[in-house]
Structure formats: C-alpha cells, structure tokens
RNA sequence: UCCAGCGUAGCUCAGUGGUAGAGCGGUCGGCUGUUAACCGAUUGGUCGUAGGUUCGAAUCCUACCGCUGGAGCCA
C-alpha cells in the first residue's frame, strides 16, 4: 500500500508525463526539454531557505546587464513584484544569443540557486542552460524606468508586465479570494443572478440593450416602431445593472446569499470612480434589519483591509511608496477605529454647523453632494462614515419605510478619498407600502409581480447591500483611476482591448 | 453630459509668431559582481486631426477626437 503522500507525489509525475508528452506531440523537438508546468515560480525561489541546485525558472526579462565575462539577467514570471537575478556566464554555449536578450523576452533557466555575493538580493540563479522562448522586438514600449499609469493605459495588453500593475492585479485576485472566503465562512450562499434581464431593476441608470434583432431590417410593428416581441427573448432585454431583486428571491429561500458579479451602466460617466462594466457584491440576508446589514458591511470592509494587508504585504508596500505614502497608516487607522455611524438628519446638522463654505447647499431633502460626502469622512470624522435614514423622495422604491413616514432605511457607507463604497437598505416587506411606493416612483406593479410575490408568500424582513468591488480595490491599493485597478476597462467611447 | 486644463521623438517634458530641442529609451562601441549601472557615439518628428488668420503657425482662432482634474449619475 501506498502512503497518502506517495500517492499525491506519483499522480503529480504522471501529470508533467503527460502535460511534457502533450507539449511534445505538439511541437515536436521545437519546445526546450526543461519547459516545463512545474518550474519554480520567482516567488519559491526568492523565498528559499537553502541553496537549491538544478532548478527551471521562467519567466519575462525585466532588463540584463554585461559585465566582463557574463551577464546579469532580472527574471520575473508575476508570481510576485520581485525579480530573479540570473547569472549567464560566457562559457554558456549560447552565450552569443543570451547576450542579444533585450528587455521583455521570454526564457526558460536551468541552473542552480546559490546565495548572491551582491547586495540587494539574497539569492541568485546561476545558469547552465537558458532557452530563449520568444525574443523581444526593440519596439517594446515598457522600460525599467517608471512610466506614468496613463501611458500603460493604453498599451492595457503590456502593463501586467509591470511593477505597478502586476501588483494591482495580483491584489485584485487575493481581493476576490477574500470576499468569498469572507461569505462562505459565514454561511451565506453563493447566488449567480443573470447576466441578462428584463428588468430594469433600480431604475437607476442607463442600460444596455441585449438584442438579436438586425439593426438594418428590424421587425416593426403597425405604426412603425420596433416589435421587440419579435427579439430573440420576445421581449426587451438588457444587461445587469444589479442583482439585487433575483438576490432577493434567493434570501427569501436559503437566508443568506451573495451575489459576486459583473454588473454594466451605459451612463455617460466621465469619473475616475466610474466604469461602465464592473464587478458588484451584493448580500442579501432574510430576517436581517438595517442594523444587522450596517454591521455586515462595516465588518466586510474591515475584513478584506485585513486580508489584503495580511497577505499582499509586498504588493503593499509598492503602493505605500510610488502611489500613496499615507496608504498604510490610512488602512491601520480604519482597521483600529470604530465606524462611524449618523443619521442623515444628524450629517446635515453637522455639516449645517461646520461653518465650512459648500458650494451646494445641505439641507434636508436634498442629496448629500460629494463635497459633503468628503468633509464628512476626511474633515470631520477623518474615518469611514455610515449615513442612514435618507429622505424617502432620494432613495429608490424597494426601501423599507420608517415609521416617521419621511425616510427610508437607507445606508451608504462613506470612505475617504473615494466616497460612497457600500450602499444598501433594508428592503420594504410590507405588499401593501411596497405597491404605494412604485405608484409614487411611476412605477406599474403587473411589470413585477414575481418580485410582490416575494411579499405575498411568506415575506420577511430582509437587508442587503452592494459593494463596488473596483471601488474597494481602489481604496486598499489607493489608486485613484478605476481604469487601472480594472484589466481591460470599459468606460465611454474606450474599449479597445 | 457640464466646467477647467493638457495633447511636441518610443517615454517624460522644454520651446508664446521667424532654422524642431533636452533627458531617458533604442542601436553601435568601451568599461564594469551589476542593482533605474557607468562613459562615448549614434538614431529618432505629418508638433492630436481638420479648417482658418498671417509674408510666415508647434505658438493665434474655430470645430472635432483623446487624456487629466472637478461636477452630475452611482458602486
């Protein structure tokens, strides 16, 4: 019998037999003997404890420097911001070659890790063999030197290659791992809500359209207009602005859910904060109030700041020193402080008293404006801020109504430097006010009954929020364009890659 | 969509009506256990696009496009 750990240890040699046999049948003798899935990654070999010898390391030359009789070669393959140091010596047989190596070229390394006699690192890889994968036209655009985001902007197929960028979207991978683990280990249930309705849920926002129909020779009813009956869904149909009212139904079932998606507005928003595809997460929990959805929301934030600095502490520190030099202390400070928590009938006080000058004006029934909104968190409290109870006319129709019979269990959740990061509410259970307040936002009830019928068949009250996750990353990484915390973003008249 | 600013070499920028510039990068050579290496030479341009004013426009005017900051909408 074998042991668990032979078992394991002889399944993963057949699986590189495999994968090499399958490169092999592919590309013939062409592919180098050392490519292989199993090399060590930059990251195991910077991290080492020990002297290694005979190890494959692949990746992307970040720039190569000669001296007398061999070259320096920095090797980084994304598993984390640093590069590998490679020694090629000119005794290499394709030395000649290696020293043709130009900045951003593949290569494949065999050779041994020893500890570097120069300062900066701690080990090294001296070669005995480099395979060059794929030179590197002289075009390539990317330097050592530091280039501004917007210019990586727009070679988006490039910058992952970057310091800056690699970080951000490695951050961006822990981020998303973070929210499920943050969900899953408190039971809620993941819920994927189409991509694709016909509601157009919030009434907020513009939408894009979704049709099959041909632009040049629509069907078209007797007075001309389009029959979108006639469309492939028969009716009209648009991509998600929110999965909040599927997310709704599924809380009324299994308590507690989330949803973890892409979410798309075809507003014509020209912001650093705005994008018109981005991700959402969206709770919703059954037999929850607005307090309980406050706490839900105040500690997932506090929870993925934790995570991030937990365990992208390299990454991290990238951005506290060529992003953001007060990140880390601005992080630390939110993670030890008390949310803060006001009314919006107490944030207009507050800003009425302030004796600071706004250029729009506060007052009650009127929407908090974003110069409001920073001197709140980064005046004022100098904290994240949850304002709740809004004025029932500036919120939208599913919000539960307060006794007051004025406002509405609203609650955005307000960081500095970004603004609002978190809305949500308590949802209306009542059938009765929840069909008053769809007459009252113009709103015909038939257009949603499966969505009343959620009142009408054991209703509960139930609470949930969104959380921009771009937004999130934003305010974790501290960069401040969501085009470069999104891979290939979209945003008005930009989607290229 | 609104307000303001910007658009000059691959990149970062100087050049305010009179011959198109620098640093970095690329290329070639030298030096060197180097670290955004160093030294020398060299390469590099439809001055965002289209009109207009002028003897003459990178420079002044108009429109459009793009980017940046702010606003609205929101996550």
Same mark, same amino acid.
């Given at each position: 019998?074998?042991?668990?750990?032979?078992?394991?240890?002889?399944?993963?040699?057949?699986?590189?037999?495999?994968?090499?046999?399958?490169? &092999?049948?592919?590309?013939?003798? &062409?592919?180098?003997?050392?490519?292989?899935?199993?090399?060590?990654?930059?990251?195991?070999?910077?991290?080492?404890?020990?002297?290694?010898?005979?190890?494959?390391?692949?990746?992307?030359?970040?720039?190569?420097?000669?001296?007398?009789?061999?070259?320096?070669?920095?090797?980084?393959?994304?598993?984390?911001?640093?590069?590998?140091?490679?020694?090629?010596?000119?005794?290499?047989?394709?030395?000649?070659?290696?020293?043709?190596?130009?900045?951003?070229?593949?290569?494949?390394?065999?050779?041994?890790?020893?500890?570097?006699?120069?300062? #900066?690192?701690?080990?090294?890889?001296? !070669?005995?063999?480099?395979?060059?994968?794929?030179?590197?036209?002289?075009?390539?655009?990317?330097?050592?030197?530091?280039?501004?985001?917007?210019?990586?902007?727009?070679?988006?197929?490039?910058?992952?290659?970057?310091?800056?960028?690699?970080?951000?979207?490695?951050?961006?991978?822990?981020?998303?791992? !973070?929210?499920?683990?943050?969900? &899953?280990?408190?039971?809620?249930?993941?819920?994927?809500?189409?991509?694709?309705?016909?509601?157009?849920?919030?009434?907020?926002?513009?939408?894009?359209?979704?049709?099959?129909? @041909?632009?040049?020779?629509?069907?078209?009813?007797?007075? #001309?207009?389009?029959?979108?009956?006639?469309?492939?869904?028969?009716?009209?149909?648009? +991509?998600?602005?929110? #999965?909040?009212?599927?997310?709704?139904?599924?809380?009324?079932?299994?308590?507690?859910?989330?949803?973890?998606?892409?979410?798309?507005?075809?507003?014509?928003?020209?912001?650093?904060?705005?994008?018109?595809?981005?991700?959402?997460?969206?709770?919703?929990? !059954?037999?929850?109030?607005?307090?309980?959805?406050?706490?839900?929301?105040?500690?997932?934030?506090?929870?993925?700041?934790? @995570?991030?600095?937990?365990?992208?502490?390299?990454d991290m520190e990238l951005f506290a020193k060529f992003v953001d030099r007060e990140l880390l202390a601005r992080l630390d400070f939110v993670l030890d402080r008390q949310f803060q928590r006001v009314t919006y009938?107490?944030?207009v006080e507050l800003l009425e008293k302030s004796g600071q000058k706004f250029e729009f004006p506060i007052g009650s029934g009127l929407n908090l404006q974003s110069e409001h909104e920073r001197w709140l968190t980064?005046?004022?409290?100098?904290?994240?801020?949850?304002?709740?109870?809004?004025?029932? &006319?500036?919120?939208?129709?599913?919000?539960?109504?307060? @006794? @007051?019979?004025?406002?509405?269990?609203?609650?955005?959740?307000?960081?500095?430097?970004?603004?609002?990061?978190?809305?949500?509410?308590?949802?209306?259970?009542?059938?009765?006010? +929840?069909?008053?307040?769809?007459?009252?936002?113009?709103?015909?009830?038939?257009?949603?009954?499966?969505?009343?019928?959620?009142?009408?068949?054991?209703?509960?009250?139930?609470?949930?929020? #969104? +959380?921009?996750?771009?937004?999130? +990353?934003?305010?974790?990484?501290?960069?401040?364009?969501?085009?470069?915390?999104?891979?290939?973003?979209?945003?008005?008249?930009?989607?290229?890659?």
């Open positions: 019998m074998l042991c668990r750990a032979q078992k394991t240890s002889r399944r993963r040699q057949d699986r590189h037999q495999r994968t090499r046999r399958y490169f &092999q049948h592919r590309l013939g003798n &062409q592919i180098p003997r050392m490519f292989r899935l199993t090399a060590t990654t930059v990251k195991d070999a910077m991290q080492s404890s020990a002297p290694r010898s005979d190890i494959v390391v692949q990746g992307w030359v970040r720039t190569r420097r000669d001296s007398k009789t061999f070259s320096f070669l920095e090797l980084n393959d994304g598993s984390s911001l640093r590069s590998l140091q490679v020694i090629a010596k000119d005794s290499l047989p394709n030395y000649g070659e290696v020293q043709k190596i130009t900045t951003g070229a593949s290569i494949a390394v065999h050779g041994d890790l020893v500890a570097s006699p120069g300062k #900066g690192q701690r080990w090294e890889l001296v !070669a005995d063999r480099i395979d060059i994968v794929g030179r590197a036209e002289d075009s390539y655009p990317l330097q050592k030197k530091g280039h501004t985001p917007e210019f990586l902007r727009e070679i988006a197929h490039l910058r992952p290659r970057s310091n800056l960028f690699g970080c951000v979207f490695r951050v961006r991978s822990r981020l998303a791992f !973070a929210i499920h683990t943050f969900f &899953q280990e408190r039971g809620f249930v993941y819920v994927h809500t189409p991509i694709i309705t016909a509601s157009d849920c919030e009434g907020a926002g513009e939408l894009f359209r979704v049709t099959a129909i @041909d632009p040049a020779s629509p069907p078209r009813r007797a007075d #001309g207009s389009i029959d979108y009956t006639k469309d492939f869904f028969a009716r009209c149909t648009y +991509l998600t602005v929110s #999965g909040q009212l599927e997310a709704e139904a599924f809380a009324c079932a299994l308590s507690k859910v989330y949803t973890f998606g892409p979410t798309f507005r075809a507003e014509n928003s020209n912001t650093s904060r705005h994008a018109s595809e981005f991700w959402m997460i969206e709770p919703e929990m !059954a037999f929850c109030d607005l307090q309980g959805n406050m706490d839900l929301a105040e500690e997932l934030v506090k929870y993925l700041i934790r @995570d991030v600095r937990e365990n992208c502490a390299e009938t107490e944030a980064e005046k004022h409290f100098k904290s994240p801020v949850t304002i709740f109870n809004y004025p029932k &006319q500036i919120k939208p129709f599913y919000m539960r109504l307060n @006794d @007051d019979g004025k406002t509405v269990t609203a609650m955005d959740l307000l960081v500095p430097g970004i603004g609002e990061i978190v809305g949500g509410s308590q949802r209306e259970e009542r059938l009765e006010v +929840l069909e008053q307040n769809m007459r009252r936002h113009k709103m015909n009830p038939a257009e949603y009954k499966w969505y009343l019928d959620l009142r009408r068949y054991g209703s509960v009250p139930h609470s949930g929020f #969104g +959380l921009g996750f771009e937004r999130m +990353l934003m305010f974790v990484t501290g960069v401040s364009n969501i085009r470069d915390v999104i891979p290939f973003a979209r945003t008005p008249g930009s989607a290229e890659f």
